[in-house]
């Protein structure tokens, strides 16, 4: 069974279409995570959400909306998508904010054209 | 913001030879992580260190925690092609967990 799990896998859309990305998690764990990995390798967090609520909010365009239905699942809608959203997206998971070891997604590699 | 420097960037190695990774921050760390990503895959959570001046084996891995908390090195022994991909330490600033720009690792058969 898969632990974190996303979907698409692979994304390829034209500049200014809005698109989804979907996490979900069968850990149990109640702390969440975006993150965007660019072309060089740089993993930054984006968002992080601890039961539902939204508990980091990194400066990221507001063009981005994570959204967290209930604590298994975190998706994250983006808006009038850019050249620069050309990145891999990984969700995570670790048990709550503090715990330190945190669970990767396969990762949802999204190419804007 | 925070950060945690990571050097090298690149290291190619051939095959048997070793490799060291290493991560400084500028402010005492309550602890260090340490990831690794295949190509093309995910980050996998490798080790935690807590202890200041801490060292931990995994079979060929040895992990460091610097005396002072404000570095650490993760060494391979004798690389194997196994062993390619990136590795990244990370660290806790406040309620975040802030990574490394990792050292891609190449292994020469």
């Known amino acids: 069974d898969t632990a974190v799990s996303q979907t698409p896998k692979y994304l390829v859309t034209q500049m200014g279409n809005d698109k989804s990305i979907k996490c979900e998690q069968n850990?149990?764990?109640?702390?969440m995570y975006w993150y965007k990995q660019d072309s060089k390798k740089f993993l930054k967090i984006m968002f992080s959400?601890?039961?539902?609520?939204?508990?980091i909010n990194e400066t990221v365009p507001n063009r981005f909306s994570p959204k967290s239905p209930d604590k298994a699942h975190l998706n994250l809608h983006i808006n009038s998508l850019e050249l620069g959203d050309s990145a891999v997206y990984f969700c995570?998971?670790?048990?709550?904010?503090?715990?330190?070891?945190?669970?990767f997604g396969p990762g949802t590699r999204l190419l804007v054209l | 913001g925070q950060q945690v420097m990571q050097i090298p960037q690149y290291q190619h190695v051939q095959e048997g030879e070793d490799f060291t990774t290493y991560c400084n921050s500028s402010?005492?760390?309550?602890?260090i992580q340490w990831y690794k990503q295949r190509p093309g895959g995910h980050p996998v959570f490798l080790i935690q260190?807590?202890?200041?001046?801490e060292v931990k084996k995994q079979k060929r891995l040895t992990f460091q925690f610097g005396e002072a908390k404000k570095n650490s090195s993760l060494h391979i022994t004798a690389t194997q092609t196994t062993d390619v991909g990136t590795y990244f330490c990370?660290?806790?600033?406040?309620?975040?967990?802030?990574f490394g720009a990792g050292t891609i690792l190449r292994v020469k058969s």
């Open positions: 995570a998971s670790s048990q709550d904010p503090a715990w330190e070891t945190q669970y």
């Open positions: 850990l149990g764990h109640d702390t």
């Open positions: 959400y601890n039961n539902k609520e939204l508990i």
């Open positions: 402010t005492t760390l309550s602890n």
């Open positions: 260190l807590v202890k200041s001046g």
């Open positions: 990370a660290a806790r600033y406040g309620n975040k967990l802030v």
